[in-house]
């Protein structure tokens, strides 16, 4: 985990020694409630995502508290998604969950505007014959080759999502020819003139076979969110995208409501 080697990561030590906060055995919350929001507060202001935590006895020591309570504010902590144990190397911050709200936004925009620097890691590249649900949506013949293109997506340098895409060669002839390190979505609108305008998605869930799971960093079988979306420019059918993404660090948000005049719902 080359975040937690760099040379320009913090000391552990030095971010205790510059915190102020103590444990007081009169405060009404227990020990490791805390000690629990003194890490939560050096997370957000001391460390970034991919810091390595300070070692349980270091903590026991500067804290003077026992390794259960050291043990159960931290376990509280990986609970919540904040920090991530590592096993072998110890217990990192956690990188911020990207929330999504169901617009149409790329990657990097989603990112962006939630202060994550958005990079990419190709994975694949090139053109032949797509997956039949792919010509489906594109109205193309079977044999005719379309552009596809697999990446790995990080967030900080932490994976987030693979996107396994597919770009429709009547509207996007070229598109590997263009810097695709960068956001796609503002290639198909700067150079190819097909912005994408509306799109479908399906969510469901999938299990991580033993490759995704290699690229996301997590346990085989683990849980994630599976997006297929299929976009528009117009009523041009632009990209079929099938996306696997971390439950821990992708979430999505949607408001729903009822029109005025519509029945009360059933219970």
Same mark, same amino acid.
């Given at each position: ?6 040379? /320009? ?135 005719? *080759?379309? /552009? ?55 969510? =469901? ?31 041009? *059918? ?8 971390? /439950? ?18 059933? =219970?």
């Amino acid at each position: 985990m080359n975040a937690s080697t760099s040379a /320009t990561r913090p000391d552990p030590a030095a971010v205790l020694a510059r915190s102020s906060a103590r444990i007081s055995p009169d405060a009404p919350a227990p020990k490791h409630a805390q000690l629990r929001d003194i890490l939560s507060h050096l997370c957000r202001t001391e460390l970034r995502p991919g810091d390595l935590l300070p070692g349980e006895r270091v903590l026991e020591e500067t804290y003077g508290v026992s390794r259960i309570t050291v043990r159960r504010a931290i376990g509280d902590l990986v609970a919540a998604g904040q920090l991530r144990r590592v096993r072998g190397k110890g217990t990192f911050v956690a990188p911020n969950p990207l929330v999504s709200r169901l617009h149409l936004a790329s990657f990097s925009d989603e990112m962006g505007a939630q202060d994550v620097q958005a990079s990419s890691k190709i994975l694949l590249g090139g053109r032949s014959t797509a997956p039949e649900d792919v010509t489906d949506f594109f109205g193309t013949p079977p044999e005719v *080759p379309h /552009t596809h293109l697999r990446r790995l997506r990080l967030g900080d340098g932490e994976p987030y999502s693979i996107d396994d895409g597919w770009y429709n060669s009547a509207y996007v002839p070229n598109l590997l020819e263009n810097d695709i390190y960068k956001s796609v979505y503002h290639i198909l609108d700067t150079d190819f003139n097909v912005p994408i305008t509306e799109a479908d998605q399906t969510v =469901t869930a999938v299990a991580a076979d033993e490759e995704v799971a290699r690229l996301l960093d997590v346990s085989p079988g683990t849980p994630l969110l599976h997006i297929i979306r299929y976009s528009r420019s117009g009523t041009k *059918p632009v990209e079929w995208c099938s996306s696997v993404y971390r /439950t821990d660090r992708y979430h999505l948000s949607a408001r729903v409501g009822r029109a005025l005049d519509a029945p009360l719902p059933r =219970t």
